[in-house]
């Protein structure tokens, strides 16, 4: 194990097994509406900042309850590799445990770059996914900023789990706050667009302090999902907004991911990053592909990916 990794897919291979549970039946999901370049700018740059928790934030014991098993201190009891770009697929099982085979990635990488202290993105959701399959989790999209963040801004879809999520980097190295994709959600973060917008910034350069917020498009204000303070633990201070997954291989030679997320699309835009309080869009001056594999990392011959915008859009179907 590299580091200890953030958001929660390797754990969610556990987790799966742990909470049980499906979800629903899946169903296709239209590419979200971006918002202009211009549009998108404004929203990540807003001053107007609410002060509020996210709607429908859950309780800290519920976000233990429901993540709780996909966490760095769980890791080595289920022989399950580190989370993430930084972690690798295990690469055996003892009678038991779970296995979990592969954990590609693709999208955008955000390089490291003195003052660099954010990053933001209209990231989709589906309330219609469902992963079937106990040794699968879907992080799509899931965002890091650059910098050396405290917090990261993670999709998260499992058996039993659909939320937008934030893992503290710096102090628990833990899932520490969750908000459940439900409908309500659709109508306060996502205005209908089937993606909502989320950035996570340093509010203080001296205690190295992030916040991870959601644009409330029925207030026009953003909304607190976690803070948190510290050194980071990763490692790192490079970042990434991309698709991610961990799963298995069947003996058909397809990934069981591939049917959960079979003509569902996951696309990120208007990707940007903050570099000493300045918005820019994801380009290559700040971003890259260095936590990309190849289409066939995915085991899944219908997968479709494409980079539409270099690099501040990218789309997968399936």
Known sequence: MRSLKSTAAVFAATAAMVLGGGLG???????HTAASPRAAAALCSSAAVSGLAVSGALPSAEVQRQLASRTAQHRAQYGIAAKGPLGTAAAGDAVGQPRVDIHPAQGTSFKSASGADGSCATQSVSTQLTVADTATTIYTPTMYPPGGSCVELVTVYTKSVRSVSAWDWCK?????ASVTINSSFLSTYTNGSGAYTGRVIRTSAAANTWTAALYNYSTAHWDTLF????????????????????????????AYSCDDMAGTTFESSNISVRN????????????DTHYDQPNSAFY??????????VYDHWKAVG
């Open 172 to 176: 628990s190295v833990n899932f520490a």
């Open 227 to 254: 803070t948190q303070s510290g050194t980071n633990k990763s490692g790192r201070t490079d970042g990434w907004d991309i698709e991610e997954l961990y799963s298995t291989v069947g003996p058909s030679g397809r």
């Open 25 to 31: 039946t899946a169903a296709a999901s239209p590419a």
């Open 276 to 287: 000493n309080g300045v918005w820019s869009s994801a380009s290559p001056a700040n971003s």
């Open 300 to 309: 899944c011959p219908a997968r479709s990916y494409q980079m539409i915008s």
